[in-house]
Nanobody, 126 residues
Framework: QVQLVESGGGLVQAGGSLGLSCAAS????????MGWFRQAPGKEREFVAAINWSGGNTRYADSVKGRFTISRDNAKKMVTLQMNSLKPEDTAVYYCAADRTRWGTPRLTTTAYNLWGQGTQVTVSS
């Protein structure tokens, strides 16, 4: 059974950078699509980025394209989200998620993901 634990959230000024990490346990991590989602107060959870099992297929929300980069290290069972040029509207709780359809392609909907981490807060001050 895979479990996900996020880390790396915090407070940063607008224009700054922050890196989030998601550590996974379990033997089948390397075959899962992994995604990052975020949820701001009073808003629905929204897709941020996703990456397929090999790292060769990535998808991004339009709002973060060119600023955020998702990557993975299957040997370390880790997924990271590097966030640059942060904006106040990036403030949210960020969640790591796994789509346990093995060898799948990245999908953008929350319903495609069936395992979630506990979330980590990212706050961008103006």
């Amino acid at each position: 059974q895979v479990q996900l634990v996020e880390s790396g959230g915090g407070l940063v000024q607008a224009g700054g950078s922050l890196g989030l990490s998601c550590a996974a346990s379990g033997d089948t991590f390397s075959s899962y699509v992994m995604g990052w989602f975020r949820q701001a107060p009073g808003k629905e959870r929204e897709f941020v980025a996703a990456i397929n099992w090999s790292g060769g297929n990535t998808r991004y929300a339009d709002s973060v394209k060119g600023r955020f980069t998702i990557s993975r290290d299957n040997a370390k069972k880790m997924v990271t989200l590097q966030m640059n040029s942060l904006k106040p509207e990036d403030t949210a709780v960020y969640y790591c998620a796994a789509d346990r359809t093995r060898w799948g392609t990245p999908r953008l909907t929350t319903t495609a993901y069936n395992l979630w981490g506990q979330g980590t807060q990212v706050t961008v001050s103006s």
